[in-house]
């Protein structure tokens, strides 16, 4: 496979022309850069290779059509051919030509990698607008590589720049148009922008990619809920619920819909079941509480807010219903309009698309307490910091394990185990550019750490990737093997 990243190459460097039919030629071409820059990438190869038939001595274009194939149809054999004659043309040109090319592309190169790289680098730090600021000025160099794009898509998408992030996120898509994890952020991106009904089509297209993924699931229950369509949605969150038996927002979602059509006993059974896969989860303890009081069962009411108000006591509305039920007031009694479950939105949003809104409170279990209160009592020790992150890993609650380690990082910046140990539950979470990134820094500070080279090697082949790139898997394990490490060596995957 060839590099993607000799897209950036001035068209003015390889246009060798030779017209037969000079303005044909030229405007064919000039149809195939605009078509490429509104990531039409279908009708670009239709107007590159009508400008081929004009002029088939344009390096450019061979190039650009090589890439094409073989990265939008998968077209292997018409690549090489391309590919071929764009190599074919290069070794023609004088030696003089030849090194201003391979100038070009270096000093090129070397400067939108950089750039890139230090986008990269704002962005896991939260900065978003300087990296999207640092990415326009690298795509201006290299508009056409779909992974600068992508984290163009995402920059945008975090500032709330979502008509953006929507173009960037499918300009990526044209090239990668099976990666799951692009199509999920292009659906999120038109579900935030409020085009419902492209953000389903989006979503049933990452389905068809891969059936099992619980957050486009989710996402299709919640845009067909809101359509009225709560069967269908249903349907979705019984779905996720036998792929991911740990999900726990799909038992509080489908008890709500159960709720409103008055089958209290099945929303109370999923209820019970939310809250034994995730102890904390305050959102399905207070539709409990709602539950018991619609059906007057109030004892069991109050102690479902009491364990609520426990864990938050800012919890909307949950102070004024232990009020009434503990004074046994005239309030106490719901009004008709009221008998609907009370589901925040939070609850109904996965983290990818309001990384706020997963943060429940979980339980308070000794272990728990024991870790917490060491951490806090001895900052300093990296050890305490992984035993806490690995206990919540041990409850599901990845996102606070990654919480943990974020602050561990700050705290022991020169910790190899706890940069180890956040690269590898990043990669967990499938948040693979920063987990490779967190890897790449381990790697630039200390070049023989065999655990980095081991994991990016196994990054690099994972299959659900879109940083997919089997020539940096092998040269990582290479490296590995050159440093003593063998198959059997134990692999940091936290």
Partial sequence: ?????????????????????????????????RFLNEGRYNDAITE????????????????????LYQFVRDDRSRAQYHYDAYMSLLRSLSGADRQVVASTISSQHEKAAGLFQDALAYLQSGDNGRARDLLLEAVELHPYD?????NLGIASHRLGLYDDAVRYYTKA????????GILFALGTAYQQNGDEHAAM????????????????????????????????????????????PQYFRAYNNLAVLYALRNNTGRAEELLKNAVAVRPGYLDAHFNLGKLYENTQNMEAALEEYRFV???DSSYPDVIRRISDLEGKSSNSSISANEKEMFLLSGTKTHPALKHAAGGITADSSPEEQRLEKAVEEHPDDSGL???????????????????????????LANSLDIRLARAGLLARQKLFYRAIMEYDAIIAEQPDCLQAHRQLSLLYVQYDNPLRDSRKAMMHYKRFQELGGSDDSENITF
Avoid: W
């Fill in 309 to 311: 108000c426990l864990y």
């Fill in 385 to 411: 910091y992984l035993s806490l992150a690995e206990y919540y890993c041990g409850q599901n609650r990845y996102d606070d394990a990654l919480l943990v380690l974020d602050n561990a990082v700050r705290n």
């Fill in 173 to 180: 898509a044209g090239f990668f148009h099976e990666s799951e």
């Fill in 201 to 244: 089509e989006t979503y049933r297209k990452v389905l068809a990619v891969n059936p099992r993924h619980v957050q486009a699931l989710n996402n299709c229950a919640v845009l067909l809920e809101r359509a009225g369509m709560y069967d269908a949605a249903s349907a979705y969150y019984e779905t996720i619920i036998s792929v991911d």
């Fill in 146 to 150: 779909p992974m600068m794009q992508y």
């Fill in 1 to 33: 496979m060839f590099a993607l990243t000799v897209f950036f190459i001035a068209a003015g460097i390889f246009c060798q022309h030779a017209y037969s039919e000079p303005d044909k030629s030229t405007a064919h071409y000039d149809a195939g850069l």
């Fill in 48 to 67: 590159f290779e009508s400008s081929l038939q004009n002029d088939e001595g344009v390096l450019d274009t061979h190039l650009r059509l090589a890439h």
